[in-house]
């Protein structure tokens, strides 16, 4: 499954680690979110960076304490019909400040790239090889925005103030 | 009209584009047909009993002459011939082919037409009253804040992926003719006792197999914050409504299992929580998308022109124009319900020829403006009085001008068994049968008001629940039967109907339904007591003793 991080297929650093395998030495490792509130400080004292897995129907408010430790938080799309972690990822971004790695896992498609990347995830594992090839294109095929999200992008109705403003001004 | 700019353009060109790639992954193979259904969903695509239908939005039930004509085209090119007015303001094409949809939308689209999230789990058309702008004694026109609303939950990056459908209509009038309380979030337009424009949020309406009446979560919501607030509503939906059982899913049962104050509450605190994330709609804001909207420019009429005063004695013409023309609130205007529900026809059907000629005659008689009403009739919202006359002609001709709006036949029906793929039973040909059975006009007449509403089956999108009369196909061994209510409505005094006795065979339905009209009209306190306000007085019992005592 290709990881898509910063727009281009890359290595995955994290190791996904099962609930009761051994931990690794060293390296970056994804928990679950059980794991890793059983013992967060056991685990955030190892040498490598710490990622956790949160699932969709969690609660946020026992991860939101550790989120300046963490290097990875992957949310779930069980199914991609299933749209929860939208709402988590905005939560983390736009509410709680997050700005680590923000990872979308499960049944990625190309045809939720721009919805992630707006809620504002970086990170996607990919479910198809194709899919990620087309991530670069497919991340360009909207240049029009109706929503204000925390990613910044200007929404239509603000650009037509804009223009509206810049008209005026120039009269 | 809402004009597009260049930037609505672009973003409909999209994403016209987008699904041209999803369906050459799905004929190519490249995407399951269990990824594909998802992904047509949200574009209209449906797979019923024969074909693809193909759902075209038609936002707040408001279209140009030159929307229609290419919906016109659509309907010759990629269909047979004809299309269908939905309940939700939009129009359905049943014999589409999937290849040739990609090629359908672009055509679309070049006059500002799309068919996004008129299907699947996401924010669909956003639905108004018909006679937004031009109903007399409105608050303002509804339909500018149903346009800033489309375009905010248009591809929403949160919300595309909710639990389930999910359904906004707006009022602005006194009388409610755009069903809000039968939504899963219902606006009434109002101003509060500081003459500021806000809106009453209703939420957790619907019907399907367990139906609500919305219930008031909020009394008054300024308009400024009317964004962020519905957000809000999402947010908390979109965490906790149930995704284990899709019958158990929309925002009604989170609604009905929190109860409404907690619900509220979770609201409110999301709301507060969010603190001011560029929603806010400043006057600004509101002014920008006001004025893309053109108003017709108005002339100076007389209240009751001579052609009018000529024509009162066409008998034909009076009785068209006591049913099916409405006040309007401009001085020498009105407002002309063009009805869909000819005798023996399907209701809410129209050709491409009809299509066509009605563009015409909107260009003719009514600034080039059409809208379409969710009792799946079209009107014509600008109309001088002194073109009555003539329009009355021209729409004869067309087979338009049944003198039938909002009386027994102007039936409310789900396609059905005939074209649905969940449907237990047939709707339409219940329809015709009663039409029939009612086509004399003058019978009609004094029957009054009475709504007449069909579901092929428990999803409801006949909106049986809400009928003077509902109707309802179960099926029975094999067999199709029905259940009858009686006493609903949908507008501002909405209710639910009560069944008014066991459920009868296919061949009964239309003499049931006669025999509850007959019971109706030796009941009825006077001429002037509709059905729904008798079965109000009454209750269901003298009914049902008169219609099931011989049975």
């Known amino acids: 499954m290709p990881l898509v991080k910063q727009g281009r297929i890359t290595t995955d650093l994290f190791v996904h680690v099962a609930d ?93 790239f721009v919805f992630m990347a707006r809620a504002g995830f970086d990170a996607f594992e990919v479910k198809k090889d194709a899919d990620a090839d087309a991530f670069a294109a497919t991340m360009k095929r909207y240049s029009v925005f109706y929503q204000p999200t925390g990613d910044g992008r200007v929404t239509a109705l603000n650009r037509r103030m804009q223009l509206r403003h810049s008209e005026s001004a120039g009269q | 009209m809402y004009a597009y700019d260049e930037l609505d353009r672009t973003l409909i060109n999209e994403r016209v584009s987008e699904f041209r790639d999803q369906v050459k992954r799905r004929l190519s193979g490249e995407l399951t047909e269990d990824e594909f259904k998802i992904l047509r969903l949200q574009n209209g695509v449906y797979l019923q009993l ?132 039968i939504h899963d979030i219902g606006l009434r337009l109002h101003k509060n006792a500081d003459g500021e424009t806000g809106f009453e949020v209703l939420v957790g309406g619907g019907l399907g197999r367990t139906p609500f009446i919305a219930k008031t979560i909020k009394p008054f919501v300024p308009g400024r914050d009317i964004l962020s607030y519905i957000e809000a509503i999402l947010r908390v939906y979109n965490q906790y409504g149930r995704r284990d059982n899709i019958y158990k899913a929309r925002i009604k049962i989170l609604v009905h299992e ?62 068209w124009r006591k049913n099916s023309v409405s006040p309007h609130k401009v001085q020498g205007y009105s407002i002309v319900t063009l009805s869909l529900k000819p005798v023996g026809g399907p209701p809410g059907d129209a050709t491409a020829e009809q299509m066509d000629a009605v563009a015409d005659l909107a260009d003719k008689y009514s600034f080039g403006e059409i809208r379409v009403g969710h009792e799946q009739n079209l009107a014509l919202p600008h109309v001088a009085k002194r073109d009555l006359p003539a329009l009355f002609k021209a729409l004869d001709r067309l087979g338009l001008a049944t003198p039938n709006v909002n009386l027994v036949t102007d039936i409310i029906a789900c396609p059905g068994l005939d074209y649905c793929s969940l449907a237990n039973a047939r709707s339409i040909p219940i329809a015709q049968e009663l039409t029939r059975r009612f086509a004399n006009h003058d019978t009609a007449d004094l029957i009054g008001r009475l709504h007449i509403n069909i579901s092929g089956c428990i999803n409801a999108c006949g909106h049986h629940h809400v009928g003077h009369i509902g109707i309802l196909g179960v099926e029975k061994n094999g067999e199709e039967f029905y259940q009858i209510t009686i006493g609903g409505r949908a507008d501002e005094n909405a209710q639910l109907g009560t069944l008014i006795g066991p459920a009868v065979p296919y061949a009964e339905v239309a003499d049931v339904i006669e025999d509850i009209v007959e019971a109706y009209l030796a009941l009825r306190d006077r001429p002037e007591e509709l059905f729904v306000d008798t079965v109000k007085r009454l209750g269901v019992e003298p009914i049902r003793e008169r219609v099931y005592a011989t049975r």
């Open chain 1, 20 to 112: 009761g395998a051994e931990l690794p030495g060293d390296g970056a490792v994804l928990v679950t979110a059980e794991r890793f509130l059983a013992d967060p400080e056991a685990l955030l004292r190892r040498t490598g960076k710490v990622g956790v897995i949160w699932p969709n129907n969690r609660s946020l408010d026992e991860l939101v304490p550790h989120l300046d430790r963490l290097a990875s938080v992957a949310l779930v799309f069980p199914t991609f019909r299933d749209g929860r972690a939208y709402s988590q990822a905005r939560l983390l971004r736009e509410r709680h400040g997050y700005d680590g790695e923000l990872r979308a896992t499960g049944q990625i498609l190309r045809d939720q």
């Open chain 2, 50 to 181: 024969h074909a693809y239908m193909f759902r075209v939005a038609i936002p707040y039930g408001t279209l140009s002459s030159k929307q229609l004509r290419r919906l016109a085209h659509v309907a010759r090119r990629y269909d047979r011939g004809y299309g269908h007015f939905t309940t939700r303001q939009n129009i359905q094409f049943n014999w589409i082919k999937l290849a040739e949809l990609p090629d359908a939308l672009a055509d679309l689209a070049e006059v500002g037409i799309h068919a996004m999230q008129t299907s699947g789990n996401n924010m669909r058309n956003v639905t108004s009253d018909q006679w937004a702008g031009v109903a007399p004694g409105e608050i303002e026109d509804p339909r500018i804040w149903s346009e800033l609303i489309r375009q905010h939950t248009t591809l929403h990056p949160e919300f595309s992926f909710l639990p389930r459908k999910f359904k906004i209509a707006i009022t602005a009038a006194e009388h409610d003719r755009a069903a809000i309380k």
């Open chain 2, 258 to 319: 929190l109860g409404i104050e907690k619900f509220a509450k979770e609201v409110e605190e999301e709301w507060k929580a969010m603190g001011d994330v560029g929603l806010t709609l400043d006057h600004a804001a509101i002014e920008e998308v006001r004025s893309r909207f053109s108003y017709p420019a108005y002339e100076k009429l007389p209240h009751m022109p001579d052609e009018l005063k000529q024509a009162a004695h066409d008998k034909l013409f009076e009785r």
